[in-house]
């Protein structure tokens, strides 16, 4: 078998570069293309990254982030953000 990716990665070093005001098309610079965006909630986008690889167990991460007049007031996820960033909550 072999690795199956699905998603976008996201790691920790891209969730440090967040910042609290950021504009929408600066996170999607950083992140890229959310893979989950939704018409009712236009203000949160999702991140989301599956790997599977033989004989291990699954990887999962997610990260969402949440706008405020187009700019990031907050992160929720797994993914741990470093100082000074928008902290995420899980």
Do not use: C
């Not at 199956?4 to 996201?10: E, H, P």
């Amino acid at each position: 078998r072999i690795d199956i990716q699905q998603g976008n990665f996201v790691s920790q070093e891209m969730v440090a570069q967040l910042k609290r005001g950021m504009t929408k098309e600066q996170v999607r610079f950083v992140l890229g293309t959310p893979l989950v965006t939704d018409i009712f909630h236009a203000d949160r986008w999702d991140y989301v990254y599956l790997l599977d690889r033989p004989g291990q167990p699954r990887v999962r991460r997610r990260l969402a982030v949440f706008f405020e007049n187009d700019r990031i007031s907050r992160l929720e996820g797994d993914v741990v953000a470093a100082a000074g960033a928008a902290e995420p909550a899980r």
